[in-house]
């Protein structure tokens, strides 16, 4: 194809050319600007991923009250509220057991999972890593002890005591926070050991005081009768579920279902 000043000149009209130089001259300044300044399409959100790809991946523990297998069948309040979102959502729910408690924020933050949900304790130190939808529940610390163990009434009583708890959360958090409040109490930590083990552990005198959220320590003493709930540590705390900081549409959503699921009773 011959340039267009080159057939110009063969026309032999000077006034062409320099009409046929404008036009070419505006034809590429418009392909330059289209190049160069039409927005690249948004990044993919996490809930649209989850849509297109038709799987949520949930993280939770292997508990009785976040998940379980029971006869080869998938059971725990948090498992049933994961599966009832994701089929709002219309999409299949993905469950992954963390191996490690600690490491489940790490995981939503590098996105090897889309949602937390294994009865996490909304605290100051984790919404500086992670986004939490709405509490779910509302709940509060309680100590527990044997009942050949000294009466425990009030936060101040654990002075001078020894109160086991699993690393990484927010019982260790609030008992930190007595310690830093003036309350000598020791804070003997357990890598990775749940809640239940430290409640069954207390039951059978190996050891002397340990702490669980107060919907854990009820659900528990099923099973373990001879751990007593003896007193509240903390004030009312929420439970909610965990997402990434920049998954926001996806925190919204999780939000208008629990409204929803709580409004017609299914909660």
């Not at 036009?23 to 300044?29: H, L, Q, R, S």
């Not at 976040?66 to 599966?83: I, T, V």
């Not at 999972?113 to 309680?142: C, N, P, Y």
């Not at 099923?222 to 003896?230: F, G, L, N, T």
Request: a positive charge.
């Amino acid at each position: 194809m011959q340039p267009v000043t080159q057939i110009a000149r063969k026309s032999g009209s000077p006034r062409l050319i320099f009409r046929l130089s404008l036009v070419a001259g505006f034809i590429i300044t418009c392909g330059l600007y289209v190049f160069l300044f039409t927005p690249e399409p948004p990044p993919e959100t996490a809930l649209d991923r989850i849509l297109r790809t038709g799987k949520i991946t949930v993280l939770t523990r292997n508990n009785a009250n976040c998940y379980y297998l029971y006869r080869g069948q998938p059971m725990g309040f948090e498992y049933d509220l994961a599966k009832a979102f994701a089929d709002h959502l219309g999409v299949r729910l993905e469950i992954r057991v963390a191996d490690k408690w600690e490491g489940m924020i790490p995981d939503i933050q590098t996105g090897e999972a889309d949602m937390i949900a294994a009865d996490l304790t909304i605290t100051a130190k984790r919404l500086r890593q992670v986004a939490f939808s709405d509490g779910s529940l509302i709940t509060r610390q309680q100590s527990l002890t044997n009942r050949h163990h000294p009466g425990i009434r009030s936060p101040t009583d654990l002075a001078g005591q020894t109160v086991h708890v699993r690393r990484g959360t927010s019982y260790q958090e609030r008992l930190e926070e007595m310690q830093q409040a003036g309350i000598d109490v020791a804070i003997q930590l357990h890598a990775d050991l749940p809640t239940e083990e430290l409640i069954r552990q207390v039951a059978a005198g190996k050891i002397g005081i340990t702490l669980a959220d107060e919907h854990i320590a009820q659900l528990n003493r099923r099973y373990y009768p001879k751990a007593r709930i003896v007193a509240p540590i903390s004030e009312n705390q929420a439970i909610g579920w965990a997402v990434h900081k920049q998954a926001p549409n996806l925190r919204r959503h999780i939000n208008r279902f629990i409204k929803t699921i709580k409004a017609n009773g299914h909660y």
